[in-house]
């Protein structure tokens, strides 16, 4: 399987991450960019407020990464575990807001 991935080089800026106009309250879906080298994501996982677990995110299409909460209303701030094709792991903290906007990006202030 080839994979339709571009590399991209955005060195020195910050990955980004752009809430789908269809996120509400139960169901976050982000379009995660700006990957410095790499272009691919292997695995992305979020993290609600009050800590907890990581939560595994499913891949939507393209690099759109989507979580359902299959129970209560999900809370911010959020903060995503990002893994890379190579195996490396970054954490963005608490880089979504509390008062969050569909359509909303937001930048973290990491990079791979």
Not at 1 to 10: G, H, I
Not at 30 to 39: K, P, S
Not at 83 to 94: D, E, Q, Y
């Amino acid at each position: 399987m080839v994979s339709s991935t571009v590399p991209c080089n955005w060195n020195g800026v910050d990955i980004a991450f752009k809430v789908d106009a269809g996120s509400n309250q139960n169901y976050l879906a982000v379009l995660i960019e700006d990957e410095a080298g790499d272009g691919e994501l292997s695995a992305v996982e979020l993290l609600q407020s009050g800590g907890g677990s990581w939560e595994q995110m499913q891949r939507s299409w393209g690099a759109v990464w989507k979580y359902n909460s299959a129970g209560p209303a999900l809370k911010a701030p959020f903060s995503f575990r990002l893994t890379n094709g190579s195996g490396k792991t970054l954490v963005a903290s608490n880089v979504i807001p509390a008062g969050w906007t569909p359509g909303g990006t937001y930048r973290s202030v990491v990079n791979f």
